[in-house]
């Protein structure tokens, strides 16, 4: 199985500052034959279901800020926020489905400092 | 607007049995996969299962927590992904999310808690 670890678990920024998350697979989980990598970044608030934010490591969800941004290949990711707003305090999450099973970070809780 | 309602949760024992359904609308069902997603109390999102689209075979694969005492199916002309549950035993008790499944989960629904207690 891929193991994905989150770093930090959780994180106190300012509001307008920058958070940054990071996600590391344990094998690439990047498909040479079309250069996509397969990592999708979850928002989870509290008390409401996962809401998809990226996919393809870095494509923006639909109707998702464009603060949000995800980067990274082969087995490091980054999930950014350009400027934190209150309304983006949640538990983040990294998921590869490049195989089964699929395999999620243990989440990154991100506060208002 | 895609919509994923779940039911069928609730409190079971040890050892019981119990049968998830997952009614969808605002999509073509039978052209879409679905999986299932759980989440225990207080703690991170685990992978239970999917459940490919019926023209691709309707193929399943499954976490190995779960995998030969849970059962994933389709009815297509009801709209509805099932998730039927086995040999249930206490650390499957967790929010049990119904997704649409494009390797990603592009769409969750509200999610149903199963408790697994004596």
Known sequence: ?113 | EVQLVESGGGLVEPGGSLRLSCAASGLTFSSASMAWVRQAPGKGLEWVGRIKRTTDGGTTEYAAPVKGRFTISRDDSKNTVYLQMNSLKTEDTAVYYCTKYSGYSDCWGQGTLVTVSS
């Open chain 1, 1 to 113: 199985d891929i193991v994905m670890t989150q770093s930090p678990d959780s994180l106190a920024v300012s509001l307008g500052e920058r958070a940054t998350i990071n996600c590391k697979s344990s094998q690439s989980v990047l498909y040479s034959s079309t250069n996509k990598n397969a990592l999708t970044w979850y928002q989870q608030k509290p008390g409401q279901p996962p809401k998809l934010l990226i996919y393809w490591a870095s494509t923006r969800e639909s109707g998702v800020p464009d603060r949000f941004s995800g980067s990274g290949s082969g087995t490091d990711f980054t999930l950014t926020i350009s400027s934190l707003q209150a309304e983006d305090v949640a538990v983040y999450y990294c998921q590869q489905y490049y195989s089964f099973p699929l395999t999620f970070g243990q989440g990154t809780k991100v506060e208002v400092k």
